[in-house]
């Protein structure tokens, strides 16, 4: 089998067998074929897309390309989330620990922050010490003692997708949505998770704006998923203004550890997306029938303590202090430096883009605009007001963090253009838009 056979027969728009996906997937992995053959295969494909069937081999010829883990002998139900990215969007640092307390094993395998969206692993690791390179036999032996492990893409875990993501983001191949299908379930397929909970996002913090496309992409991943034997649905959320009220790593975690402890008026949006895809999850799981009931239960796993236990637990698992469960506010101290942005009038908070809100963030040291950049956990934006609350002039909307004044000055700059006010009350919006299943 020659790479520049398939590169023609992709490029011709014909159909491409298992066995050929295989061979694909492999060379990318070992680098056996060169980049500029990978990335001509890529274009072919973005320009004629992959079918759905094509779509589902592709991903599981990636997800083979290395190993797999193997829950197998673990008799509970094994269940992931992912979702496609926003700003203040720290759902899985609570959700993952508060789903294990209901008897369900949750091995989730998160990303760090590109632009102006945040990484899991950021949040993590601003917890000192709080590993999440985690190997393999270390992880099956986690979620065996406790259900739970929060960690990154190890070497061994669909090695092609590291390869062929890379030089999408050459390509100018992100856009494809067969690829986006891909890259995503192929890594999920290999943790050896049973099922799998979307959180599909839209609005001007999303890696989608558009409804429509989102509604596409959330549908292409369930129907891909469905076809590899996963149980799956998708959550079509809103992401035109952040979630919660804390962006930035440190006050991420600390805000999910407070809402994790019972503060469940803290960020009402935040806690109502965390109930519902918790909710989700456990039922496409098997482990509850309906949604109703499972939210009853995880709100009592939350107010007696089991949910925060959990997390604690994980932390002391992964080599950082559970002592930042018991005083977070001593873990999680913000940057030096403080700016507040106050509102210029009586009234309303109208809006608060999520797009300027996360570049901002990013300004203020929270993200990174390239890999290798550095972050400070402590920046960040904590939101005192949202869209919809009312404002007298002068009242603070927004405390903003960072360790050096430049950085400080820019993202306070930027984070006025994000927020805007109006006299009337707006009208209210939706977390959860659609649910596709």
Known sequence: MRMIDLIAKKRDNKSLTAQEFDFIAQ???KGTVPDYQLSAFLMA????PLSDKETALLTKAMAYSGGRLDFSDIKLPKTDKHSTGGVGDGISLALAPLV???GVAVPMMSGRGLGHTGGTLDKLE??????????????RRQIQKLGVCMFGQTQDLAPADKKLYSLRDATSTVESRPLIVASILSKKYAEGVTSLLMDVKYGSGAFMQKLPDSRKLARALVNTAKSLGLKCRALITYMDQPLGRAVGNGNEMLQSIRILKGEKDLAPDFYELLLETAAHMLVISGKQKDTAKARKLLEEKISNGEAA??????IKW?????????EPEKYFKPAKLKAVFTAPQNGYVAHIDAKLTGQASVLL????????DSIDYGAGIWLHKKGGNGVKKGDIVATLYASDKERLNAGLDLFAKAVTFS?????PYKIIKEIIK
Do not use: T, W, Y
């Not at 494909?45 to 004629?48: K, Q």
């Open 126 to 139: 601003s917890m000192k010490n709080f590993e999440v390179r985690v190997p393999a036999k270390l992880i």
């Open 45 to 48: 494909c973005f320009l004629n």
């Open 27 to 29: 060379a990318a992995a």
């Open 423 to 427: 006299k009337a009350k707006p009208k």
């Open 309 to 314: 236990a959990k997390m604690r637990e994980m």
């Open 318 to 326: 992964q080599g950082a202090s559970p002592l930042a469960i018991d």
């Open 100 to 102: 294990a307390c209901m």
């Open 365 to 372: 040291g929270a993200g990174r605009n390239r890999m290798e």
